[in-house]
């Protein structure tokens, strides 16, 4: 089974702070996903990863960055984390095929910013 | 750009069936897909559509397809408590790079 795995389920910071939050999946993706979870904005795409050390941007890249120096991690880094940046965080991988692509998402990351 | 509309809720009782729907605007969506995420877990595929069929039934689960009205329907037979989760609809485009794009969900509640 593909499996996905984020570092932490909980995450307590204080404001200000440089936060790393960890993905690491075990299936040779070449797509790797951070997306954001907030009620009733569902799954906002923050960056995502079609090969080592390649990034692009989503929908709302701003206060986050990332790094893909091995196949199989991904990391997103909250600069100077903010309140606002209190959310779900979920991670997910997948292959780059033209036929059916199934998103294999980690746990997710709880991350409380005070 | 890409856009997937969802209604946020829905609630039924035990034993009924659930429908769940959903609209997308990307014409050119080769698959779409119903993803479930269970309270405290990351989503999972529960089921998808390949973009030239109307209908896909898999169990309790019924997917329909209306590809000129760009809407489709995941209905859940004979609901049980289990069910209660959240559920996303996702689309993806033709070509090698897939981004999925998500709904904002629906939360469907169980009431035994």
Same mark, same amino acid.
């Given at each position: 089974d593909v499996k996905v795995t984020q570092s932490s389920r909980y995450l307590v910071k204080r404001t200000g702070e440089k936060v790393f939050l960890e993905c690491v999946q +075990?299936? +040779?993706?070449?797509n790797m996903f951070w997306y954001r979870q907030d009620p009733g904005l569902g799954l906002r795409l923050i960056y995502f990863s079609y090969d080592v050390k390649m990034k692009e941007k989503g929908d709302i890249p701003e206060g986050y960055s990332v790094s893909r120096e091995k196949k199989e991690r991904f990391s997103l880094i909250l600069e100077s984390a903010s309140t606002n940046q209190t959310s779900m965080y979920l991670c997910a991988s997948s292959l780059i /095929? /033209?036929?059916?692509t199934e998103a294999f998402f980690g746990q997710g990351t709880r991350l409380t910013v005070v | 750009g890409e856009d997937v509309e969802q209604s946020l809720f829905l609630s039924v009782r035990e034993g009924d069936s659930s429908v769940i729907n959903c609209t997308y605007t990307? %014409? %050119? %969506? $080769?698959y779409l897909y119903w993803y479930k995420q269970e309270p405290g877990a990351g989503l999972q595929l529960l089921t998808y559509i390949f973009s030239n069929m109307d209908m896909k039934q898999d169990q309790r689960l019924t997917v329909l397809l209306n590809k000129k009205d760009k809407h489709l329907s995941l209905r859940i037979a004979d $609901?049980?408590?289990?069910?209660s989760a959240i559920y996303f609809c996702a689309e993806s485009g033709t070509g090698g790079s897939y981004i999925p794009t998500f709904g904002r969900g629906t939360s469907l509640i169980v009431h035994p």
């Amino acid at each position: 089974d593909v499996k996905v795995t984020q570092s932490s389920r909980y995450l307590v910071k204080r404001t200000g702070e440089k936060v790393f939050l960890e993905c690491v999946q +075990d299936m +040779d993706h070449e797509n790797m996903f951070w997306y954001r979870q907030d009620p009733g904005l569902g799954l906002r795409l923050i960056y995502f990863s079609y090969d080592v050390k390649m990034k692009e941007k989503g929908d709302i890249p701003e206060g986050y960055s990332v790094s893909r120096e091995k196949k199989e991690r991904f990391s997103l880094i909250l600069e100077s984390a903010s309140t606002n940046q209190t959310s779900m965080y979920l991670c997910a991988s997948s292959l780059i /095929t /033209t036929g059916i692509t199934e998103a294999f998402f980690g746990q997710g990351t709880r991350l409380t910013v005070v | 750009g890409e856009d997937v509309e969802q209604s946020l809720f829905l609630s039924v009782r035990e034993g009924d069936s659930s429908v769940i729907n959903c609209t997308y605007t990307d %014409s %050119s %969506s $080769t698959y779409l897909y119903w993803y479930k995420q269970e309270p405290g877990a990351g989503l999972q595929l529960l089921t998808y559509i390949f973009s030239n069929m109307d209908m896909k039934q898999d169990q309790r689960l019924t997917v329909l397809l209306n590809k000129k009205d760009k809407h489709l329907s995941l209905r859940i037979a004979d $609901t049980q408590t289990g069910d209660s989760a959240i559920y996303f609809c996702a689309e993806s485009g033709t070509g090698g790079s897939y981004i999925p794009t998500f709904g904002r969900g629906t939360s469907l509640i169980v009431h035994p």
